[in-house]
T-cell receptor, first 117, second 111 residues
Framework: DTEVTQTPKHLVMGMTNKKSLKCEQH?????MYWYKQKAKKPPELMFV???????INESVPSRFSPECPNSSLLNLHLHALQPEDSALYLC????????????????FGAGTRLSVL | KQEVTQIPAALSVPEGENLVLNCSFT??????LQWFRQDPGKGLTSLLL?????REQTSGRLNASLDKSSGRSTLYIAASQPGDSATYLC??????????FGTGTRLQVTL
């Protein structure tokens, strides 16, 4: 099973709402990632968790708050977003982070398409 | 800062043709390079991973090569099919274990 499950698939929220994106994997991976992808652009890394600890934050605004409650689950809490935050949010996982080979392969979920009104 | 560029940005070929997608990166200090496929509005599917010590990898009709010293990789697709239509992204993993994606090539295979 190489599946990364993201919920919800679509989300529409107002600028004053609080919502959360959820990502789950049961492959025993210890690294999990959040990416943001705007239309016709490549994904951009937001956060990396390694062994449930935040290891990389790519200077993401505080209105995005990641959380890794356990090794299988990754959340992204959203609050006071702006319309320009509308994008496809992708979650990924890999066996490890610091590996030169196959343990670094990232498996991606289908994404959550977020619209901020 | 690592920059990854893909050429061409878009490509349309008739079914059955062999084709080559190009990827170049500015910093050769990479752990590995991956090629992904993305269908419209969907997530990414990893196609091939080449470790920094390898020169090429093959999977079915796909062959990827890596020339780390010159900062280049190619993805060769043999006997293209309409189902190959998608956006193809290359991505490099740097020493900070961060994945940097290329700009993508949108491929259309016509009947």
């Amino acid at each position: 099973d190489t599946e990364v499950t993201q919920t919800p698939k679509h989300l529409v929220m107002g600028m004053t709402n609080k919502k959360s994106l959820k990502c789950e994997q049961h492959m025993g991976h210890r690294a999990m990632y959040w990416y943001k992808q705007k239309a016709k652009k490549p994904p951009e890394l937001m956060f990396v968790y390694s062994y449930e600890k935040l290891s990389i934050n790519e200077s993401v605004p505080s209105r995005f708050s990641p959380e890794c409650p356990n090794s299988s689950l990754l959340n992204l809490h959203l609050h006071a977003l702006q319309p320009e935050d509308s994008a496809l949010y992708l979650c990924a996982s890999s066996l490890q982070t610091r590996d030169r080979g196959a343990k670094n392969i990232q498996y991606f979920g289908a994404g959550t398409r977020l619209s901020v009104l | 800062k690592q920059e990854v560029t893909q050429i061409p940005a878009a490509l349309s070929v008739p079914e059955g043709e062999n084709l080559v997608l190009n990827c170049s990166f500015t910093d050769s200090a990479i752990y590995n390079l991956q090629w992904f496929r993305q269908d419209p509005g969907k997530g990414l599917t990893s196609l091939l991973l080449i470790q920094s010590s390898q020169r090429e990898q093959t999977s079915g009709r796909l062959n990827a090569s890596l020339d780390k010293s010159s900062g280049r990789s190619t993805l060769y697709i043999a006997a293209s099919q309409p189902g190959d239509s998608a956006t193809y992204l290359c991505a490099v993993t740097g020493t900070a274990s961060k994945l940097t994606f290329g700009t993508g090539t949108r491929l259309q295979v016509t009947l």
